[in-house]
């Protein structure tokens, strides 16, 4: 995995020998290639490979060094490593780089005999002393050892699985406007991100457009991390959006309080005031491509006109940012059995979109990605008639990677926090994760309406939002504030065992809550219910 050897200059691997030494490896894919009239290699930083490799190799030995206080330190070795590479034996160099700091395919396919090469003038082990001042250095979270290790190999599984989707969108290249549906952990936020990063390749400036304001923030924070050599993508919420074309227009901004109030302000004055801007013959369109993640929760008719099926409600809104109008590039990305009863089901229909598109291509994601053995298996489980469509889009194409048991309590209210703090020490004690990769759910809408009202601390840890969320804080969110978004772990409270829950609103709210965990997950029912 990669780890940083400067504030923001990241390595590739890092490795630790059983017979002593530690071995910094560079990767680069496919053959190495220069112009030679430039003097220029080829890839995002265009340095020479050994340059890159040279400064890690040296960052690693100064923080080694800085950490073993003039005492004893492991022996650092370095290589290039080229895994799609065979090179003939016979040669001394490759590129002007010389034979001895490449690792080719062959080389890794023998790579004890490779090892022992490399430290072929190092004779002795590293003591546990230096052990001790490489796992400082560089692997403080490591225990306990075999358990996190087993965690972090599950969430890259996961990681692989999700991926792998991505031929989805190579199979469908072709087509400028995608509709993809997809029930919960099918990989929809991670293929809307990389759709959008791949219409910005070809110069694009996308809006890449969201419900919920974490979401957003997430994304948002995703998209700071990539490199863009090419076009933009520019991240909003819903509500973001909305804030942004008033500001522009000079209309204020209400911020009602009472939930009917909440509902006519953002149900209907809000669409209609973006409506009224966008239309306005001064206004510009901004945008080249739209890529829109959880599309179920942006209204496809306008309140009234559920059954004129003319219109496409805030859609209309969206296609006037783009230059292209309904002829631009897009991707949908939704799952109608995730619209929340209490906004209105009937006020989105995919074919109210489709209809207005020029050469919309339309995607069925078939297979849950996201979850250990164990929550995939739960939530089978979870059978009511209002979750009837969100289980039967629950399916596998291999069987899911083993994980922990999902844990079901019966706690008292006065004896919540007390519970979190055990659970989530339990977990963090045990290796499972960290503090900040377990995020609280509850059903309510904020957390001054939970159980956790008068809290600003669990056990040892601040509790927090999720957007302020950072290490060593545990993390609050409203259920219905977390749709598109996961966690390593998942602390629900405020509710009722499943098979007592009347509401279909409720058995819902149950299902998504324990839908964000990949891993770990344990249930907080209130005792009596």
């Not at 998209?223 to 819903?238: A, D, M, P, Q, T």
Request: aromatic residues 10%.
């Amino acid at each position: 995995w990669g780890f940083y050897y400067d504030i923001d200059r990241e390595g590739d691997f890092l490795i630790l020998g059983q017979t002593g030494g530690v071995l910094v490896l560079e990767v680069k894919g496919g053959a190495l290639r220069r112009l030679w009239t430039t003097g220029r290699w080829e890839g995002p930083d265009r340095d020479h490979p050994v340059t890159q490799l040279l400064a890690e190799w040296g960052a690693v030995i100064d923080r080694l060094r800085q950490q073993a206080d003039r005492g004893e330190m492991p022996f650092v070795s370095k290589a290039l490593c080229l895994p799609e590479v065979d090179l003939n034996p016979s040669v001394s160099s490759y590129k002007g780089i010389d034979r001895a700091l490449i690792i080719d395919r062959g080389d890794l396919a023998a790579f004890e005999l490779t090892w022992v090469r490399l430290f072929a003038n190092q004779h002795r082990t590293s003591s546990k002393k230096e052990r001790k001042i490489f796992l400082d250095s560089f692997a403080r979270e490591i225990l306990p050892k075999a358990v996190k290790q087993f965690i972090s190999e599950t969430d890259r599984i996961i990681l692989r699985h999700t991926t792998a989707e991505y031929q989805v969108l190579d199979m469908l290249r072709a087509n400028r406007q995608l509709l993809v549906q997809g029930g919960a952990g099918s990989g929809k936020t991670w293929l809307a991100l990389e759709q959008a990063f791949r219409f910005a390749d070809e110069g694009l400036k996308v809006l890449l457009l969201c419900y919920n304001i974490a979401l957003a923030n997430q994304l948002s924070a995703l998209v700071k991390k990539r490199k863009l050599w090419n076009g933009e993508v520019i991240v909003r919420s819903w509500e973001g959006l909305a804030r942004e074309l008033l500001n522009a227009a000079g209309v204020g901004w209400d911020d009602p309080i009472s939930p009917a109030d909440r509902e006519h302000y953002f149900g209907e004055v809000v669409p209609t005031l973006m409506y009224e801007i966008v239309r306005d013959k001064q206004f510009e369109p901004r945008f080249d491509a739209l890529v829109v993640d959880e599309g179920q929760d942006h209204d496809t008719c306008w309140p009234g006109s559920e059954s004129d099926n003319t219109d496409s409600g805030w859609w209309e809104i969206y296609w006037a940012l783009l230059r292209e109008k309904t002829n631009g590039r897009m991707a949908i990305f939704y799952d109608q059995a995730q619209r929340p009863l209490f906004r209105h089901s009937e006020r989105f229909d995919v074919n109210r979109v489709s209809k207005h598109l020029s050469q919309p291509a339309h995607v069925n994601l078939l297979f849950t990605l996201r979850y250990s053995l164990p929550i995939f298996r739960f939530l089978k489980t979870l059978q009511s008639e209002a979750t009837k469509c969100l289980i039967e889009n629950l399916r596998s194409r291999t069987t899911p990677p083993e994980g922990p048991d999902v844990e079901l309590h019966e706690v008292e209210p006065d004896q919540t926090v007390a519970k979190l703090a055990e659970v989530a020490g339990r977990w963090v004690s045990n290796g499972f994760c960290q503090v900040d990769e377990i995020l609280i759910l509850s059903p309510h809408s904020t957390r001054a309406k939970s159980c956790l009202a008068n809290y600003s601390q669990i056990g040892d840890w601040p509790l927090v939002t999720i957007d302020d969320r950072k290490p060593g804080s545990l993390a609050f969110l409203s259920v219905n504030k977390a749709k598109g978004l996961d966690a390593l772990g998942v602390i629900m409270i405020d509710v009722e065992q499943f098979d007592n829950l009347a509401a279909p609103q409720d058995q819902i709210n149950y299902f998504m809550g324990a839908s964000r965990a990949r891993q770990l997950l344990a249930i907080l029912h209130k005792t009596g219910s």
